[in-house]
């Protein structure tokens, strides 16, 4: 399986032959659960204090019957403005939760080897496929070579005017500026600092990623990650696969790295 390859002025310079890993068969509900199980990965833990709501003089009477009142612990006297009020219990007045989220509570979830290393590969896979990528909402009008590759030259671009040239050559800014169309948000999103959501445009896989990372900065939407590191939550962002994603020659050849039993057994049966 070949495919064309781009220079940064966006001309055809050749053809590279992909590795075994764009024959993976397109599996999007184990691209699902990879990334409800590695999004889970950056939950952060909250918990409770200790005596939240607990911090104050309350007790229920002694003997708690008889009194004519109920049994809500209230609080005592001594000079506060709270003296006979229900405190401290879960139903009163700044009083505890009554189930309270604790830190202990277990939110990483585990996901199997092999089932994570072909649900990445699958995902890579699948940016082959034009379809897939319009049809998470990608503008690829004019873009006819699936999965995009560009030389090598695009690793070393450090500076944004540089970076918009190229994804100008290679017809990807449609896609960007797909994202302008956003609109603010209103009510308590906006009252609590989440006015905006950014979309999520190309993503530009590297060998090194250094210097186009910065380049990118400045572009909404523009991610770049080294191809190592390239994850199911890249790829799929909220699970919803595929990503529009370019690589160059040499993320290709990292690509091709990629060791797993289900790419043995395709390549054996080939």
């Known amino acids: 399986m070949k495919a064309v390859t781009f220079s940064i002025s966006g001309e055809k310079d050749g053809e590279l032959e992909l590795p075994p890993v764009f024959l993976t068969p397109y599996r999007r509900d184990l691209i699902h659960k990879a990334y409800t199980n590695l999004n889970s990965h950056r ?15 309350a007790d229920s009477n002694d003997p708690p019957t008889g009194q004519g009142i109920s049994r809500v612990a209230r609080a005592r006297g001594g000079g506060g403005g709270r003296q006979g009020q229900g405190a401290e219990v ?5 009083g505890r939760q009554a189930h309270p989220p604790i830190v202990e509570k277990v939110i990483y979830k585990k996901l199997n080897k092999k089932e994570k290393k072909l649900a990445l590969c699958s995902a890579i ?3 082959a496929s034009k379809e897939l990528v319009r049809s998470r909402g990608h503008k690829v009008d004019g873009i006819e ?7 090598d030259d695009i690793e ?7 970076i918009v040239k190229v994804m100008d050559s290679l017809k990807l800014t449609q896609d960007i500026r797909r994202l302008d169309a956003r609109k603010a948000r209103s009510g308590q999103p906006r009252l609590r600092g989440r006015s905006k959501k950014t979309g999520k445009s190309a993503l530009l896989v590297a060998k090194n ?17 080294n191809a190592k590191d390239l994850s199911v939550l890249d790829l799929a962002p909220g699970s919803d696969p595929i990503r529009l994603t370019v690589y160059s020659r040499s993320a290709i050849e990292e690509i ?7 790419l043995e057994v395709m ?3 080939q």
């Open 43 to 57: 939950f952060q833990p909250q918990g409770r204090h200790p005596t939240a709501g607990m911090d104050v003089v």
């Open 90 to 94: 879960a139903s009163t007045r700044g």
């Open 125 to 127: 896979a699948a940016t």
């Open 145 to 151: 070579s699936f999965p995009m590759i560009v030389s």
């Open 156 to 162: 070393s671009i450090s500076k944004t005017s540089d």
């Open 209 to 225: 990623a250094t210097s186009i990372s910065k380049a990118v900065g400045a572009l909404q939407g523009v991610e770049a990650v």
């Open 256 to 262: 091709g790295k990629i060791k797993s039993t289900h």
């Open 267 to 269: 390549v054996r049966t």
